[in-house]
Nanobody, 125 residues
Framework: QVQLVESGGGLVQAGDSLRLSCAATGRTLSNYAIAWFRQAPGKEREFVAAINWTRGRTYYADSVKGRFTISRDGAKNTVYVQMNSLKPEDTAVYYC??????????????????WGQGTQVTVSS
């Protein structure tokens, strides 16, 4: 069993940056792939970024490519997403999720086994 806790959300202005954290307990993340998804009001949950822990390969949605960076810290069993040049359309609840094994970046939310509770990111124009 993996427990995931997100933190770092908040209210920022367009163009600002935020770093979200996803801290895991229960299991080491070394055998998992970790992803960030987001869900805006009235919209479906969408993929943002993912990282395969072992080799560190990363994947991004086109909408965040070049602005967001996903990374991992083995010592802290934590995954981060650095979000730069934020836009109002980035406003959503951001969730981290874990999938045992590796991912290719095309998996939907249903492929992930463990989820955090989410953290709100609001970007004002």
């Amino acid at each position: 069993q993996v427990q995931l806790v997100e933190s770092g959300g908040g209210l920022v202005q367009a163009g600002d940056s935020l770093r979200l954290s996803c801290a895991a307990t229960g299991r080491t993340l070394s055998n998992y792939a970790i992803a960030w998804f987001r869900q805006a009001p009235g919209k479906e949950r969408e993929f943002v970024a993912a990282i395969n822990w072992t080799r560190g390969r990363t994947y991004y949605a086109d909408s965040v490519k070049g602005r967001f960076t996903i990374s991992r810290d083995g010592a802290k069993n934590t995954v981060y997403v650095q979000m730069n040049s934020l836009k109002p359309e980035d406003t959503a609840v951001y969730y981290c999720a874990a999938s045992y094994g590796v991912v290719s970046g095309t998996e939907g939310a249903i492929e992930y086994d463990y989820w955090g509770q989410g953290t709100q990111v609001t970007v004002s124009s």
